[in-house]
């Protein structure tokens, strides 16, 4: 007993606390772990349109990581832009290094990556833009910010194959599609976007493409009906309205996270091929 007496430690060095690192030494993650959900979920459908998975797939899935943990210490430093914030600077300038690195790599193997590479720099600058009007979370930036992270699914499948299909396209904007309506009914929790119009609009323009890319052999029709999962949960929302407004956010995240696994395991599976390969 007399070795953990509050004397002893101050009196013998060895027992001392560990000094904290320094602020700018932790590194900083996306505060929202429901992109990380989006990330994963949208990488594993092009992985799975693919129809494989190799050393071109490990990197790509690092690269996408590194590429979305860029945008929150870039906008933190915009919102704090009078005074420069090290830590976010430091890892910002990290993760930025490491995506752009291995998109290099990606950009060597398959050079069609490019226009992936395009896109999501114009939805960073977009991001950035929005900051500077405080328009941040306006639906217009949230909905380019799922399309950005739904990018994903192309660079998935086209670092995989070593090209792009109009298949991994009608992938890209299915999960954009589906990923995006989470903002219609997470919008229904504040007062000043209670109005199910919004949401209504959205998924009745979204079945119209979804429709469009069927038509035009983007998608299968198994699918496409895995945006039904999107029009079940509006549904149900819809049905416990009252509820889903006054639900803490953690089991809000619960719900969404499992409309959004079963419309994964769907998107996953209809692409998949009947049978596997012969090893």
């Not at 001392?16 to 602020?23: A, E, G, I």
């Not at 949208?42 to 190799?54: E, I, K």
């Not at 799922?146 to 109009?166: D, E, K, Q, W």
Request: with cysteine; net charge positive.
């Amino acid at each position: 007993m007399a070795l953990s007496s509050p004397p002893f430690l101050t009196q013998s060095p060895e027992f001392k606390k560990p000094s904290k690192l320094p602020v700018w030494f932790r590194p900083t993650f996306a505060p929202e772990q429901g992109v990380l959900l989006v990330l994963f979920d949208s990488f594993l459908t092009g992985a799975s349109l693919a129809q494989q998975w190799n050393q071109w797939t490990n990197i790509a899935l690092l690269c996408a990581f590194f590429a979305l943990q860029v945008e929150h210490p870039y906008v933190v430093q915009l919102k704090q832009r009078r005074s420069w914030k090290p830590r976010f600077v430091i890892w910002g300038g990290i993760y930025g290094i490491s995506a752009l690195s291995l998109a290099i790599v990606l950009w060597f193997h398959s050079p069609v990556l490019l226009s992936i590479y395009v896109l999501a720099v114009m939805a960073l600058i977009a991001d950035g833009i929005a900051v500077f009007q405080k328009k941040h979370k306006s639906i217009v930036n949230e909905l380019i910010s799922f399309a950005a992270i739904c990018l994903a699914s192309p660079l998935a499948y086209g670092a995989t194959t070593g090209n792009l299909s109009i298949e991994a396209v009608g992938m890209w904007i299915l999960n954009t599609l589906f990923f995006s309506s989470a903002i219609y009914t997470i919008k229904l929790r504040k007062k000043r976007t209670q109005s199910l119009t919004p949401g209504i609009i959205y998924h009745g323009v979204s079945l119209l493409v979804i429709t469009g890319l069927y038509g035009l052999d983007c998608l299968s029709l198994v699918t496409a009906l895995s945006f039904l999962i999107a029009l079940i949960k509006f549904g149900i929302v819809n049905c416990v309205l009252e509820w889903y407004r006054q639900a803490k956010f953690q089991a809000i995240a619960i719900f969404e996270t499992r409309f959004a696994l079963v419309y994964t395991a769907i998107a996953c599976i209809s692409v998949l091929p009947a049978h596997l390969p012969p090893s």
